[in-house]
């Protein structure tokens, strides 16, 4: 269900909306293919990819929905898992022997991924909530 916010009925609410399922469907997807393939080969890389989907559904419905709040503290964990995890993968490329979503900062993604809790953050910060 929309919310009545019309922030998110049009512009770019709407395309955070969408892109955020996408994301969802995909991390979705991937996560539940790779765990049920090939969990033993890269468990935590594999682990990664659920919490990413997880993360993506939580922020879809919130936004979504116009819950402001939970969506503000989901982008904020996106930005945090892309930056720690892009780090790691990069650092240690060991302890991730098969990419997740958030590996190499996005890169599998076109660096989607990093730059999209971004723009999610300033578009959630910049619009005053509905009164």
Do not use: H
């Not at 080969?41 to 682990?47: D, I, K, M, R, V």
């Amino acid at each position: 269900m929309i919310s009545n916010d019309p922030g998110v009925k049009s512009g770019p609410g709407r395309v955070l909306v969408a892109v955020y399922g996408v994301f969802a469907l995909a991390a979705t997807s991937r996560a539940g293919v790779q765990i049920a393939t090939k969990f033993s080969e890269a468990p935590l890389a594999y682990l990664l990819s659920a919490f990413a989907a997880v993360v993506y559904i939580v922020l879809t419905v919130a936004l979504a929905r116009g819950n402001r709040g939970l969506a503000l503290a989901a982008c904020s964990v996106e930005l945090a898992g892309v930056l720690i995890v892009g780090t790691l993968s990069i650092a240690d490329s060991q302890a991730f022997p098969d990419a997740t979503v958030w590996s190499d900062f996005g890169s599998g993604y076109g660096f989607v991924p990093l730059v999209l809790p971004v723009i999610g953050l300033f578009w959630l910060l910049r619009r005053r909530p509905a009164s």
